[in-house]
């Protein structure tokens, strides 16, 4: 299993891998947890997301910002592959007390997730829009298997939420750490539209 060992944000984490569709998650102890994404809800900051180079090795992950101006051109190292540096909100409790996590990952699977995501949220009207406003919501309906070279990978069947049921960013930031003390949870309403939202 690859090492992450901090995140952009210094918010707990979550890295998919590639080659079960499994989601780990950081605890408070420093392991790392399996999370089954099959039939889970899940906010990404699309409006946020970046881009960049990321290369992982025993040492760690280096994450490379593209430069000002955009353009990939060239990768720092051979290691390097094109990634993604993304907020995902979960509030089911397979994802532990920290609903926000960072995630980065240069896998075809994540990248093209992130991608379908983003696509998505663009054809429904408003939805680039409201993504500035609230982090569109999905839900993961399947994880396939697919052939890719000499290996495989996953591919993701999911549905996008209706605007109205996606993550408002003033949700989010109650949630944050910082601000978690000052809040009572019983206090907070739920968030994502609710126990069940509408897909």
């Not at 984490?13 to 039939?39: H, Q, Y």
């Not at 720092?76 to 990952?105: E, Q, Y």
């Not at 408002?168 to 003390?181: D, M, N």
């Amino acid at each position: 299993m690859l090492s992450f060992p901090q995140s952009s944000s210094g918010r707990p984490w979550a890295r998919l891998d590639a080659r079960t569709g499994l989601m780990f998650i950081s605890s408070p102890e420093g392991d790392k947890l399996p999370v089954d994404l099959k039939g889970k809800a899940l906010g990404f900051d699309i409006a946020n997301a970046k881009q960049g180079w990321l290369a992982v090795g025993t040492a760690g992950a280096d994450w490379q910002d593209l430069p000002d101006g955009g353009g990939w051109g060239n990768p720092p190292s051979a290691d390097h592959k094109p990634a993604v540096d993304i907020d995902i909100w979960c509030n089911d409790p397979a994802f532990g007390d920290a609903k926000l996590r960072t995630s980065r990952g240069n896998s075809r699977a994540f990248t093209q997730l992130v991608q379908e995501i983003a696509k998505k949220v663009g054809d429904v009207q408003g939805g680039a829009e409201a993504s500035k406003r609230a982090l569109p919501l999905i839900r993961i309906d399947a994880v396939r298997i697919v052939k890719v070279g000499q290996g495989t990978s996953v591919s993701f069947d999911f549905t996008l939420a209706q605007i109205a049921n996606w993550v408002p960013r003033a949700g989010i930031a109650a949630e944050a750490p910082s601000a978690a003390a000052s809040v009572e949870p019983a206090a907070r309403p739920p968030l994502g539209g609710g126990a069940a939202p509408e897909f």
